[in-house]
């Protein structure tokens, strides 16, 4: 009989993504990554994840380099490190982070500096929830796979 | 963004465990089986495009910009194209907006090759833009696909590979066993994942079989509903187009309970 805190731990995970879901947190395209996980590449959404957020954060970095510096004026290279986040965001599924950066990425095509510097400070925001967010649901799933692995004697 | 792009992304990646890729597969190539060559300068995107062709039994070579793909493909210089022989690329996917050259450049350069001009290009893009669409068509694009790209977009490409790949397999590439390659029989594009979201929680894989299946989760709820009817969005100023047999099929999100 497996330890019942599978149980227990999978609705807690199924919770954790509806909430996600219904926040518009995640949307479809996360059930799409899920849908690409299997015995051949186990890992599959975990990996994906992290490196998205490898890249998010060398790209958030640069544009608080770019927008922190008085004499900035290169709007055009917000723009472009915008399309990467918007892209990389689209593809896991990432719409509250999508949807910022592309309000975020308006700001940057009227030159609008306090409107970028608040832009930026909402992408943060939101990246940084949607990454405390993955992390539990990968902490959940890491225990739900170690309680499955629990074999009561009967 | 600096990177040291190569040939094949899960390189750089130690992270990835998918099974059994390490590098590029650089060993002659079963000539059964559908090779891609993906173009992508977003690390992310070359990573899910890859995992969504090999998922759809296509080996699968990823680069990270459109010199890499014309170095890849000896379009880059006056090589003979002799060393080409054992190349067989039966399909050619990219991203439209890439810096240096875009996918659209890439194309032309293709149609341009006598090597080549016969393969397939795909196009991607995360905006659906008609002109666009219209200026790749016009240039010999066998389709566009609307980003995010889904299982379902890949599926469908596969399918009409297979068909192309078998009608004209002997014409396709110049190998040195012509024999083999006019005889061999491509299996019916059968996607090996088998969607069925009541068998398996999602983000689990259970190695162990369960005593009793989960119940349906929310989420499981989610991803059986039908994903015929595209919404609108009211963040994009773009036409929809609704009908799904069109190549250019926009791929709306849906949002479960929301709004």
């Given amino acids: 009989m497996l330890g019942l805190g599978v149980d227990r731990l999978q609705a807690d995970i199924n919770r954790l993504l509806a909430s996600l879901f219904h926040q518009g947190v995640l949307d479809e395209q996360f059930l799409q990554l899920q849908q690409l996980q299997d015995e051949t590449s186990p890992n599959f959404v975990y990996d994906v994840i992290n490196i998205y957020f490898d890249e998010s954060e060398k790209l958030l970095r640069n544009l608080r380099l770019l927008l922190m510096d008085r004499e900035f004026s290169d709007y055009k290279k917000i723009g472009l490190h915008l399309n990467q986040l918007v892209g990389s965001s689209s593809s896991i599924g990432a719409r509250r982070v999508r949807n910022v950066c592309v309000a975020f990425r308006s700001a940057s095509e009227l030159s609008n500096r306090p409107g970028c510097l608040r832009g930026l400070e909402v992408v943060e925001h939101e990246y940084h929830y949607l990454k405390n967010m993955m992390h539990e649901l990968f902490q959940l799933e890491q225990q739900r796979i170690l309680a499955a692995g629990v074999r009561y004697p009967m | ?259």
């Fill in chain 2, 1 to 259: 963004m600096a990177r040291d792009g190569g040939v094949s992304c899960l390189r750089r990646s130690e992270m990835m465990s998918v099974g059994g890729i390490g590098g590029i597969e650089s060993a002659p190539l079963d000539l059964d089986e559908v090779h891609v060559l993906a173009v992508d300068d977003s690390l992310v995107d070359r990573i899910v495009i890859e995992r969504l062709l090999r998922i759809t039994s296509c080996k699968v070579t990823a680069v990270d910009s459109g010199w890499r793909a014309l170095e890849f493909l000896g379009l880059d210089n006056e090589k003979a194209s002799a060393e080409f022989d054992r190349l067989k690329v039966d399909l050619i996917i990219t991203d439209y907006c890439m810096p240096g050259m875009t996918g659209y450049e890439l194309l032309k350069k293709i149609k341009e090759s006598s090597n080549f001009r016969e393969v397939p290009v795909v196009i991607m893009s995360s905006e659906n833009v008609l002109t666009r669409i219209d200026r790749c068509l016009e240039e010999g694009a066998q389709d566009f696909l609307l980003k995010p790209v889904k299982l379902a977009d890949v599926k469908r490409l596969r399918s009409h590979l297979t068909k192309d790949v078998k009608l004209s397999n002997g014409n396709k590439r110049k190998l040195p066993e012509d024999s083999s390659s006019v005889n061999s029989s491509l299996p019916p594009p059968s996607p090996p994942l088998t969607i069925s979201p009541e068998s398996s929680p999602p983000l689990t894989v259970s190695t162990e079989s369960s005593d009793s299946s989960p119940p349906l989760s929310p989420v499981e709820i989610f991803s059986t509903s039908p994903l015929s009817s595209p919404i609108d969005d009211e963040d994009d100023d773009v036409l929809t187009s609704s009908s799904e047999e069109s190549p250019i099929r926009r791929q709306k999100m849906r949002s479960p309970g929301l709004d």
